[in-house]
């Protein structure tokens, strides 16, 4: 078996809760404002942040929802979402993070499929929680800037504040279900364990040398494994401060870079590519900045290079997925090698596999990335098949990734083995968009694949066999069932879809049709 170990020293991965690690980060500078809210400038302290956590586990507590039990939020950045996050787990919950763009069904899905039985959104997202909520166990919905109506308000379910963590055992106790969709079918639930986070965190400031002084202006969306990682977490663990944005827009960006100083910029590709071209830059003093990190999915080296120059900036990349909490990969200070996703994290290990022949590769030859280490989930919720799918004997988690690793441990992602379309970050399942139109009245087939786009990495393209529907029906009725991010950007009719004897798509046909 052909290895390929971190080149760092081993990490030892504290045994505590995700929330206690979090704490270490704000105890002893209780005054310092370590949350700003970006469009409003409100500010929390870190005294503060810890005792609303602690208030609103005792709140649940006290309703008897906690510990035990799983609390989903559907909201975006703002300063109350890491209360909600670190307040469940303080408690001894388990929270489901929901990508606040849903539509009600999908909502729904991932409120029973988790078993969530209160939903925490915010007033603009009330109506579609509240159709979500229809079915399911959920009995209670949280609207923090609201309440009435049946609602309850964020001051109704805080309490007195719960002193200690609630215990637990860190390794086995799932702390978030973020869902990813997987190769196939609707999303699944990453069962994350609070040794899954901690570890995360304690690897990732091993690589990231963050300092107190540093500030990130936080968009990518807490509910995201990267978002909720790298900056709810790591960011705050590691003593600094956080900017929230709700939503992303470049000029609002580039002001609260300029405003607030903002030292680290963590990113995605779509995102670098409007800050290495976009004319709006140079209206910006953006000279405060001294790293861009990109993730979520691979950047070309030559806009990876580009947005450095631009800035002034250390640009690097890293890589991860949900089922890794999510970093595997990283770049160190100035090793940087553009393309590269860097290499593995303290305490991860790499296989590089033929996919075919299950041969490890040596170092500058392409197979399916494999990883171990105490990052990896304790597998899919309720999906037993899946897990065995994607865990290997051993430990190792099959990214689906082909890429290839160099006598130095840097990682070169070069292609997908699997059928995700990533859109701006976001993973797309074909399956699930083809049995959205396959549901459709008129449609008799349907088949989904990817084309690069320079400014989203991919964009869904629908192969439809409807002979008597128009596209304007098929744009309507995935605006009712799939979030927009999700919608095939261009729609083929055509007279059938290529499969294999076994029913399988061949997408590469279609590909090629493209």
Known sequence: ????????????????????????????????????????GRTVTAGALMSQIKALAGGLTARGILPGGTIAILAPNIPEYPVVFHGVAWGGGTVTTINPTYTAPEIQHQLQDAG????????????????????????????????????????????????????????????????????????????????????NVTQSAAVADITPDDKAIAFLPFFHIYGMTVLMNLFLNQRA???????FDLEMYLRLIQEHRATRLYIVPPVALALAKHPMVDDYDVSSVKQIFSGAAPMGAEIEAAVGTRFGANSVQGYGMTEL???????QGDSIRHGSSGQAVPSTECRIVDPETLEDLPAGLEGELWIRGPQVMKGYLNNPDATAETMAEGDWLRTGDLAEIDEEGFMYIRDRLKELIKYKGFQVAPAEVEAALCACEGVTDAAVIGRIDAEAGEVPIAFVVAPEVEEATLRAHCEGCLAHYKHPVDYRFVDSVPKSASGKILRRELRDKL
């Open 1 to 40: 078996m052909a290895i390929f170990a971190s080149p760092r020293a081993p990490v030892s991965v504290p045994d505590t809760s995700v929330t206690q690690t979090l704490f270490e980060g704000l105890t002893g500078r209780e005054d310092k404002v370590v949350v700003i809210d970006g469009p409003s």
């Open 325 to 331: 909490s999510p970093i595997s990969h990283m770049t």
């Open 241 to 247: 401060m956080i900017i929230t944005m709700p939503r």
């Open 116 to 199: 969530a039985v209160m939903l925490v959104t915010i007033s603009m997202f009330e109506e579609v929680a509240r159709t979500a909520m229809v079915g399911t166990d959920c009995r209670d919905l949280v609207v923090l800037d609201g309440g009435g109506n049946g609602a309850l308000g964020m001051a109704d379910v805080m309490g007195a504040e719960l002193p200690e963590q609630a215990p637990g055992d860190w390794a086995k106790d799932v702390v978030v279900l973020p869902y990813s969709s997987g190769t196939t079918g609707r999303p699944k639930g990453v069962m994350l364990t609070h040794r899954n986070l901690v570890a």
